[in-house]
């Protein structure tokens, strides 16, 4: 297990270099630059701005002090969209909204995605089974930037009970982790129903009730540890989604979240913040995979790593 | 994964004795799933919805009309009228043209790559063979989601590049499943025959271990179509995707959100016909994959 895991992080190094290099070349050989868009600069404070910032060396001579400052520093560079803050900075303030957003938002998918998907799989071919497997289609199918605005049409235009935007105490994130969460709430359902269909008619569960267990405990003890795995295994892949949903959600409801920068300095052509941003988050992305199948070896023994 | 209404098995009726194909067999299934026969006719009605009716209409697309603006839906207008006048229904239809365009363009292209990309690798094995998947893997840890707005933020917004770069992001699974596909029949009989009576490499994979994947790589593309054009949506939602006056479905939900609470329709019919297409195709999808994969059905 050990090797398992030392071995992941080390292939995650090329792919964190290759994020790096990729994402930097991009941005700096894009026509246009920090300081040629929107505000029109006179070219001496230009060229001088460019110096401070070192954008004004030949490109390989910037990727290479870039890549000294973020391997050997730590350090992600200067931000030149929010001037006087590092990508640093930016990042230390968006994250842990991104964070309480997404992880709100898979919560709320999971309670209420395996709720659906256990009572779905439990009234097998009933109306309720058709019912809660259509919303779940429906809820695949309605993009979060329709979802969102209707919600706040309905519950904060009409009802006035929630707040429409902004971010600051618990009523600010209902709306926006309901809207994120609403995909994933759905594909968990449905992994959640297949999965405990195919358990609940395997051997073993016909062995437990052959026993004289009770349903309930049956469902709790024996077959609910088998309908998880899909769940857990959708997790990784999930997350990658819930990152690019964050994006829109943040947007939609001015949440100063890690997406709303990245939109931002994208516009802004900040190099630095989109390159930070996005190996922060390919970071992320890795760190969770390899979370997810730590926990899959510990839910399924069947699995070993080697 | 599994859908609602259950296909009876067809193996007692005497078309079967008779002898099916696959296909005839899998046609049968597919009409008797009443959800995907109507999401096929929706999206049948749609799809010829979006390329007649801008010609129908008396206005176009790119018309404003400063007498016009912000109008609810009436006889004349019949989803209303946008910020500038411009009637909405149009709109709404070239929006459609332009979303399911994405879509089929999109799935088309990782279609081509994915199925190729996959045969290859499963077919060669070996080393090339982990070689090919480990970039796969590699490819499937890069936020491409970022990396896509990064293109189009600083390079172009051309709706061309659009296309390209959504099915060059989405052929990772297709080429995992058809390299699945392909390592499962490689070896059987009628493959070493083809080798045995010298038939090329490409042709082996051309016209006997492509065919026989087709049955996962059909469904898995009718899922990538409304993935796809979620994708586009979301990007031009963020106003880097499709720049107006044409419009996508996203172009004009993003439109709507800024006039949410006194012009809600500039929203509601824009987003309700996306969703509703979205919903057919995933429905079609899922009936699919029950029709031509009878095992992936696990209820």
Same mark, same amino acid.
Request: charged share 15%; no cysteine.
């Given at each position: 297990?050990?090797?398992?895991?030392?071995?992941?992080?080390?292939?995650?190094?090329?792919?964190?270099?290759?994020?790096?290099?990729?994402?930097?070349?991009?941005?700096?050989?894009?026509?246009?630059?920090?300081?040629?868009?929107?505000?029109?600069?006179?070219?001496?404070?230009?060229?001088?701005?460019?110096?401070?910032?070192?954008?004004?060396?030949?490109?390989?001579?910037?990727?290479?002090?870039?890549?000294?400052?973020?391997?050997?520093?730590?350090?992600?560079?200067?931000?030149?969209?929010?001037?006087?803050?590092?990508?640093?900075?930016?990042?230390?303030?968006?994250?842990?909204?991104?964070?309480?957003?997404?992880?709100?938002?898979?919560?709320?998918?999971?309670?209420?995605?395996?709720?659906?998907?256990?009572?779905?799989?439990?009234?097998?071919?009933?109306?309720?089974?058709?019912?809660?497997?259509?919303?779940?289609?429906?809820?695949?199918?309605?993009?979060?930037?329709?979802?969102?605005?209707?919600?706040?049409?309905?519950?904060?235009?009409?009802?006035?009970?929630?707040?429409?935007?902004?971010?600051?105490?618990?009523?600010?994130?209902?709306?926006?982790?309901?809207?994120?969460?609403?995909?994933?709430?759905?594909?968990?359902?449905?992994?959640?129903?297949?999965?405990?269909?195919?358990?609940?008619?395997?051997?073993?569960?016909?062995?437990?009730?052959?026993?004289?267990?009770?349903?309930?405990?049956?469902?709790?003890?024996?077959?609910?540890?088998? &309908?998880?795995?899909?769940?857990?295994?959708?997790?990784?892949?999930?997350?990658?989604?819930?990152?690019?949903?964050?994006?829109?959600?943040?947007?939609?409801?001015?949440?100063?979240?890690?997406?709303?920068?990245?939109?931002?300095?994208?516009?802004?052509?900040?190099?630095?913040?989109?390159?930070?941003?996005?190996?922060?988050?390919?970071?992320?992305?890795?760190?969770?995979?390899?979370?997810?199948?730590?926990?899959?070896?510990?839910?399924?023994?069947?699995?070993?790593?080697? | 994964?599994?859908?609602?209404?259950?296909?009876?098995?067809?193996?007692?009726?005497?078309?079967?004795?008779?002898?099916?194909?696959?296909?005839?067999?899998?046609?049968?299934?597919?009409?008797?799933?009443?959800?995907?026969?109507?999401?096929?006719?929706?999206?049948?009605?749609?799809?010829?919805?979006?390329?007649?009716?801008?010609?129908?209409?008396?206005?176009?697309?790119?018309?404003?009309?400063?007498?016009?603006?912000?109008?609810?839906?009436? &006889?004349?207008?019949?989803?209303?009228?946008?910020?500038?006048?411009?009637?909405?229904?149009?709109?709404?239809?070239?929006?459609?043209?332009?979303?399911?365009?994405?879509?089929?363009?999109?799935?088309?292209?990782?279609?081509?790559?994915?199925?190729?990309?996959?045969?290859?690798?499963?077919?060669?094995?070996?080393?090339?063979?982990?070689?090919?998947?480990?970039?796969?893997?590699?490819?499937?840890?890069?936020?491409?989601?970022?990396?896509?707005?990064?293109?189009?933020?600083?390079?172009?917004?051309?709706?061309?590049?659009?296309?390209?770069?959504?099915?060059?992001?989405?052929?990772?699974?297709?080429?995992?499943?058809?390299?699945?596909?392909?390592?499962?029949?490689?070896?059987?009989?009628?493959?070493?025959?083809?080798?045995?009576?010298?038939?090329?490499?490409?042709?082996?994979?051309?016209?006997?271990?492509?065919?026989?994947?087709?049955?996962?790589?059909?469904?898995?593309?009718?899922?990538?179509?409304?993935?796809?054009?979620?994708?586009?949506?979301?990007?031009?939602?963020?106003?880097?995707?499709?720049?107006?006056?044409?419009?996508?479905?996203?172009?004009?939900?993003?439109?709507?959100?800024?006039?949410?609470?006194?012009?809600?329709?500039?929203?509601?019919?824009?987003?309700?016909?996306?969703?509703?297409?979205?919903?057919?195709?995933?429905?079609?999808?899922?009936?699919?994959?029950?029709?031509?994969?009878?095992?992936?059905?696990?209820?």
């Amino acid at each position: 297990m050990l090797r398992f895991i030392l071995r992941r992080l080390l292939l995650a190094i090329p792919v964190l270099l290759a994020v790096l290099t990729i994402s930097f070349f991009l941005v700096r050989l894009a026509p246009g630059g920090p300081f040629m868009e929107e505000r029109a600069y006179p070219e001496v404070v230009r060229q001088k701005l460019e110096q401070k910032y070192g954008l004004d060396k030949p490109i390989h001579e910037q990727y290479l002090n870039y890549l000294n400052r973020v391997v050997f520093h730590l350090d992600l560079g200067p931000s030149t969209r929010y001037i006087e803050r590092s990508v640093g900075d930016v990042i230390v303030q968006g994250l842990p909204n991104s964070m309480i957003l997404g992880a709100s938002a898979y919560l709320i998918a999971l309670v209420l995605g395996m709720g659906a998907g256990i009572l779905a799989a439990l009234r097998q071919n009933s109306s309720v089974d058709y019912g809660a497997m259509a919303v779940a289609v429906l809820g695949v199918s309605v993009p979060n930037f329709v979802l969102g605005p209707v919600l706040v049409i309905v519950l904060s235009l009409s009802l006035y009970l929630l707040p429409p935007a902004r971010w600051g105490d618990l009523s600010h994130l209902i709306l926006p982790a309901l809207t994120l969460s609403a995909l994933y709430t759905a594909y968990i359902a449905r992994l959640t129903r297949s999965g405990l269909v195919e358990v609940l008619r395997s051997d073993y569960i016909r062995t437990a009730r052959a026993k004289g267990l009770r349903e309930g405990v049956i469902l709790v003890r024996h077959a609910l540890k088998g &309908a998880v795995l899909p769940v857990v295994s959708y997790s990784g892949p999930a997350l990658a989604f819930l990152l690019g949903g964050t994006i829109v959600v943040e947007r939609l409801f001015l949440i100063p979240g890690l997406g709303n920068f990245f939109i931002e300095a994208a516009n802004a052509r900040d190099a630095f913040i989109v390159v930070g941003v996005t190996l922060v988050v390919a970071t992320l992305l890795i760190l969770f995979n390899l979370l997810v199948d730590i926990l899959y070896a510990f839910i399924d023994p069947r699995i070993a790593y080697k | 994964m599994q859908q609602t209404t259950p296909t009876v098995a067809t193996t007692e009726s005497p078309a079967i004795v008779a002898g099916t194909s696959l296909w005839q067999d899998a046609w049968q299934r597919l009409l008797k799933n009443r959800l995907a026969v109507v999401s096929a006719v929706v999206l049948g009605f749609i799809l010829i919805a979006v390329t007649v009716g801008p010609l129908l209409s008396p206005y176009t697309f790119d018309q404003t009309d400063a007498a016009a603006v912000y109008l609810p839906p009436s &006889a004349a207008h019949w989803f209303g009228t946008d910020q500038l006048g411009r009637d909405l229904f149009v709109r709404t239809l070239i929006g459609g043209r332009i979303s399911l365009t994405v879509g089929a363009i999109a799935s088309l292209v990782s279609l081509v790559i994915g199925v190729t990309y996959g045969a290859v690798s499963g077919y060669l094995g070996g080393k090339v063979d982990e070689a090919m998947m480990r970039l796969v893997d590699i490819l499937y840890s890069l936020p491409d989601i970022f990396l896509v707005i990064v293109l189009l933020a600083f390079f172009s917004r051309d709706i061309f590049v659009l296309f390209a770069m959504l099915g060059a992001i989405s052929w990772l699974t297709m080429a995992r499943i058809v390299r699945g596909q392909v390592l499962s029949i490689k070896n059987r009989e009628f493959v070493e025959a083809a080798r045995a009576i010298g038939v090329p490499t490409h042709q082996i994979l051309l016209r006997h271990l492509v065919p026989n994947a087709l049955g996962p790589v059909i469904v898995y593309t009718t899922l990538t179509i409304p993935s796809v054009m979620l994708t586009e949506a979301f990007l031009s939602f963020l106003g880097l995707g499709v720049q107006p006056p044409l419009s996508s479905w996203g172009t004009l939900v993003q439109e709507g959100v800024g006039a949410i609470s006194v012009y809600p329709w500039h929203l509601l019919f824009p987003g309700a016909i996306m969703t509703i297409t979205l919903f057919s195709l995933n429905f079609l999808g899922d009936g699919l994959r029950d029709a031509l994969d009878p095992q992936s059905r696990k209820d």
